[in-house]
């Protein structure tokens, strides 16, 4: 019966070595993580970083899904939206419109970079919008990680919110 218990065991163990994601990083963050700014404005955005041996950030790109945004902004005029599925008439929430992607230059192992959201086109409201890391290590294939900022954008004849 032991042995038939540390064989399950152990073959758990083993599966989730592979189920579980690699986290290139120790540390990956964004200030501000959460905003509140007026609808047009440009948002400074400051990325922290700290790889784990090897890995490097190669890159950040800004999304929001449907299901993090308000319903006004996805049926706004001019916005790109990538459908989640083939048919656009379709709608999910997993569809999303992209703000920026940015490649950078060099790669960050260990530092900082500050990369600007411009929240011209948004609709007032809340979003939740997913700052992609893409992580790199030689040999190895690149691993791609979130974090979120919470936006709250008001229209620009309201009043800021109480703090």
Do not use: W
Not at 52 to 61: M, P, Q, S, T
């Amino acid at each position: 019966m032991k042995k038939i218990a540390f064989c399950i065991l152990s073959f758990i163990f083993a599966v989730s070595l592979f189920a579980a994601p690699a986290t290139p990083y120790e540390v990956f963050t964004v200030d501000p993580s959460a905003a509140c700014v007026k609808a047009g404005s440009v948002l400074d955005l400051r990325f922290n970083v700290k790889c784990k041996d090897g890995y490097a950030l190669n890159g950040i790109a800004a999304s929001v899904q449907r299901r993090g945004a308000p319903a006004a902004f996805f049926a706004a005029d001019g916005i790109k939206i990538n459908f989640y599925h083939k048919n656009p008439a379709k709608k999910s929430p997993y569809d999303s419109v992209r703000f920026f992607n940015n490649v950078f230059k060099k790669s960050i192992p260990d530092g900082n970079c500050t990369l600007q959201l411009n929240t011209a086109g948004m609709k007032p409201g809340d979003y939740a919008v997913a700052m992609l890391g893409y992580f790199t290590k030689k040999g190895a294939k690149p691993i791609y990680s979130s974090i979120y900022l919470a936006l709250t954008v008001e229209a620009v004849g309201d009043k800021p919110a109480a703090k």
